[in-house]
C-alpha cells in the first residue's frame, strides 16, 4: 500500500515534470526544474573530493610476490623438507593472499578471465590477471603442486584446520574427483560464452578472508571448513577447477615430491600419515598376477572410449539451452518473451530497462536464439571433454606401473609434507646427511 | 645416456605445454584486451535506475556502493524528493517518519531562505538508492550511486569499501548495465564530470 501511494506520487510528479529532464548538467542551469539558488558569496558549496584507489601493491608487484612465494614454496618442498616451515608458508599465505590480499584476484579464478579473452579478444584482462593464471602452472611443470602447498589462500585455510583426518572409501575419493574435471568445463564454458563467472560466485572462502559476506556464502565456506577438519582439503581435492590443471602440468613435471630422495623402507608409515590419499604404494606382486586381465581391460576400455565421447558430446549439446538461461542476456529474452506471452505475472527491472531503451524485441530474441546456439555447441565440446577425460582416466586405471616403493603420486600430492617428519629413512638420513641402508 | 620411453614422453609433453602457455600467455598479453594497470568497478549514473540491487546484492554489507551528489546541479528544495517521501505531501518540515532515507544518512542543514543543503553520511549509507530514485524522477538529478573504493589509510571489507571482486555480484544482478570497469587512477570518471563527488 505504501509502496503503491509512493509510486503514484511519483508518477504525478514525474508528468508535471516532465517538461525538465532529468539529464540536465551542472552547465545549463535553466534546464533544471528546480534551479539551483543564488545563495551570495558567503556561502562555500560542499567540497567533492575524487581520492585515488588506495591499492595494497601494483598489479604487475602483486604478480611478482606470487612468483617469489612460488619460490620459495619450491625450495621447502625439494630442498628444506620440513613441515614446519611448510605449515608456516601455509600461515603466510592465508595471511597474505588471503586476509591481507582479500582474494581476488586468484590464480583460480584467473582461469575464467583468460577463457573469456581468448574467446572474446575485446574482453578486457589484466596483464597480472595473465600472470596469475601462468605462474604457478609453470611452476607445477618443474616443482610439482607446490603452488597447492602453502600459497593458495583456499588451500591453506584448509589445510589449518585439519585436525583428525578420516580415510574416505577408495570408491568415494575416485567417484568425487570427477568433480572439479566437470565444474572446470562448467567454469570455461560460463565464461567464454559471457555467462558469468561460476567459479568466483561460489569461492566458499572469500568471505571468510574479508571477514564480510552474504548468509549463503558464509553458510557454504563454515560448513565446508568443517568437512576439512575431518577429510583432508575438500575444496582442493573434489571440487577445484584450477586443481586439474595443475594435476596435469604437476605429472610432467622434472621434479615431484620424493618422500626420502634416498630410498624407502616400505614400512607405510607415509600412506598412514598422508590425509589426502596422496601415496601409492607398492603392488609388484599384483601387478604380475593381473597383468593378462589388466590387458584385456585396457583393449574394451580404449574401445570404449569414443563412444564415452560421442554419448557426453551428445547430451553436452541437448543440454546447453537450458543452460544459456543463465546468460542475462537470455534470460532477459525469455522474460520479454513470457510478458508478451501474458505468461509472467510481472515486469522485471530488466525488461523494464529494456522496454524504455527502444531496442526490438525481435532483435533481443534472435540474439537469445544465437547464444543458445553457441551455448550448445560450447557444451558439446565441453561434454567431449569430459567424455574424453573419463576415458583417459579408466584407461589409466587399467594401465599396471610396477612400484617396488611408497611414492607421492604427482598427480594429487598437494606437498604438505608430513610424510618428511614420518620416513624413518628421510629422518635418518636428515640426521646423519647419509643414506641409511635400507635393503640388506 | 639412454632416455626411457616414459621420461621422453612426459620431456616433450613438458615442453608442449611450456611452448602453449607461453604462446597463449603472450598472445593475451598482446591482444586488444590486454590492460597494463588495475581496472575497478563503477557505476554509470546515466544508465543506473536505482533499482535498490547496489544494496542487496553485494558481497560486503553493508554494501560498498554510497550515493554521491553534484551540488552545482542540487536544487537544495526545502521539499526535497530524495529526502522526504511523497506521503509527506508538500509539508517542508515534515517529521522524521517520514524521511525516505532508511538510515537516516542524509544530513540536512539550514541555508536560509526556502533552501536546505544536503550532505551525505557515509558511514550510514547502505547504498539502497531510494534518495537517487526520487531526485532523479521527480528533481534535478544530482545524486547518483557510486561504488566507494578504499582511500589511502583504509581495507576494502573493514572499511566497507570495494573489495574489487574478479565478478561484481552486483554487477551480475544490474538490470541497465550500469556497472562498467574503469582504470584505477581515474575512479570516479563519471563523478568527476558531472562535479560531484563520492
Not at chain 2, 103 to 111: F, G, K, V
Request: net charge positive.
Amino acid at each position: 500500500m505504501r509502496n503503491g501511494l509512493r509510486r503514484l506520487g511519483l508518477a504525478l510528479v514525474s508528468v508535471l515534470g516532465a517538461a525538465a529532464t532529468a539529464t540536465a548538467t551542472a552547465q545549463e542551469p535553466d534546464k533544471f526544474r528546480f534551479p539551483p539558488p543564488e545563495l551570495g558569496p558567503d556561502y562555500r558549496q560542499p567540497e567533492t573530493a575524487f581520492p585515488a584507489v588506495r591499492e595494497l601493491l601494483p598489479p604487475l608487484a602483486d604478480a611478482a610476490v606470487l612468483a617469489l612465494a612460488l619460490g620459495l614454496a619450491a625450495f621447502l618442498v625439494h630442498r628444506h623438507r620440513r613441515r614446519s616451515a611448510l605449515l608456516a608458508l601455509t600461515i603466510a599465505g592465508v595471511a597474505w593472499f588471503g586476509w591481507l590480499r582479500e582474494g581476488c584476484i586468484c590464480p583460480v579464478g584467473s582461469l575464467q578471465n583468460v577463457a573469456q579473452a581468448t574467446a572474446d579478444p575485446n574482453a578486457p584482462i589484466l596483464v597480472a590477471t595473465i600472470l596469475f593464471f601462468v605462474l604457478p602452472l609453470a611452476a607445477a611443470l618443474f616443482t610439482g603442486r607446490t603452488f597447492c602447498s602453502g600459497v593458495c589462500p583456499l588451500g591453506a585455510i584448509q589445510e589449518l584446520v585439519l585436525l583428525r583426518p578420516l580415510r574416505l572409501p577408495h570408491w568415494l575419493a575416485a567417484g568425487l574427483s570427477v568433480l572439479p574435471v566437470v565444474y572446470l568445463l562448467l567454469a570455461v564454458l560460463f565464461a567464454a560464452t559471457g555467462a558469468g563467472y561460476l567459479i568466483c560466485r561460489y569461492d566458499p572462502f572469500v568471505g571468510l578472508f574479508r571477514l564480510s559476506a552474504t548468509t549463503n556464502m558464509l553458510v557454504v565456506g563454515g560448513s565446508l571448513l568443517v568437512i576439512a577438519v575431518f577429510v583432508g582439503r575438500p575444496y582442493c581435492r573434489f571440487l577445484c577447477p584450477y586443481s586439474v590443471l595443475l594435476d596435469w602440468a604437476s605429472r610432467l613435471s622434472t621434479r615431484t615430491v620424493t618422500i626420502s630422495p634416498v630410498g624407502c623402507a616400505t614400512c607405510r608409515l607415509c600412506e598412514d600419515r598422508c590425509p589426502y590419499d596422496a601415496i601409492l604404494v607398492p603392488n609388484a606382486a599384483a601387478v604380475a598376477k593381473s597383468r593378462l586381465r589388466g590387458r584385456t581391460a585396457l583393449v574394451l576400455l580404449l574401445a570404449a572410449t569414443p563412444l564415452l565421447v560421442a554419448g557426453m558430446a551428445w547430451a553436452g549439446t541437448h543440454l546447453g539451452p537450458w543452460l544459456a538461461s543463465a546468460h542475462p542476456r537470455v534470460a532477459l529474452a525469455e522474460q520479454v518473451e513470457a510478458e508478451q506471452q501474458g505468461r509472467a505475472r510481472e515486469t522485471t527491472d530488466a525488461s523494464d530497462v529494456f522496454r524504455a531503451s527502444g531496442e526490438k524485441i525481435e532483435a533481443l530474441l534472435a540474439d537469445a536464439e544465437d547464444r543458445r546456439g553457441t551455448m550448445a555447441l560450447g557444451s558439446g565440446i565441453a561434454g567431449a571433454c569430459l567424455g574424453l577425460w573419463l576415458g583417459l582416466r579408466l584407461v589409466g586405471l587399467g594401465l599396471r606401473r610396477t612400484r617396488r616403493d611408497y611414492t607421492a603420486d604427482p598427480a594429487t600430492c598437494l606437498a604438505c609434507g608430513r610424510c618428511y617428519e614420518w620416513c624413518p629413512v628421510e629422518l635418518e638420513r636428515r640426521r646423519t646427511g647419509r643414506a641409511p641402508e635400507v635393503r640388506g | 645416456m639412454t632416455v626411457s620411453r616414459r621420461e621422453f614422453l612426459r620431456a616433450s609433453g613438458r615442453g608442449a605445454a611450456c611452448v602453449g602457455l607461453g604462446a597463449a600467455g603472450t598472445a593475451l598479453a598482446l591482444g586488444r584486451g590486454a590492460v597494463a594497470g588495475e581496472l575497478v568497478w563503477q557505476i554509470d549514473p546515466g544508465k543506473c535506475v536505482a533499482c535498490g540491487n547496489c544494496e542487496t546484492h553485494c558481497v560486503l554489507q553493508p554494501s560498498a556502493v554510497k550515493w554521491g551528489h553534484t551540488h552545482a546541479m542540487c536544487g537544495r528544495c526545502a521539499f526535497c524528493f530524495g529526502y522526504y517521501d511523497l506521503r509527506a505531501g508538500s509539508a517542508a518540515h515534515a517529521g522524521v517518519e517520514y524521511q525516505l532515507c532508511p538510515t537516516h544518512a542524509i544530513e540536512r542543514s539550514y541555508l536560509g531562505g526556502p533552501y536546505f543543503e544536503y550532505v551525505i553520511d557515509e558511514g550510514a549509507c547502505i547504498g539502497c538508492g531510494l534518495c537517487v530514485k526520487g531526485c532523479t524522477s521527480s528533481g534535478n538529478g544530482s545524486l547518483f550511486l557510486q561504488v566507494r573504493h578504499p582511500r589511502r589509510g583504509q581495507r576494502g571489507a573493514a572499511d566497507g569499501t570495494c573489495v574489487n571482486c574478479n565478478e561484481c555480484a552486483i554487477a551480475r544482478s544490474c538490470p541497465s548495465g550500469a556497472f562498467v570497469r574503469v582504470p584505477a587512477d581515474d575512479p570516479y570518471p563519471f563523478g568527476r564530470q558531472r562535479g560531484g563527488g563520492a
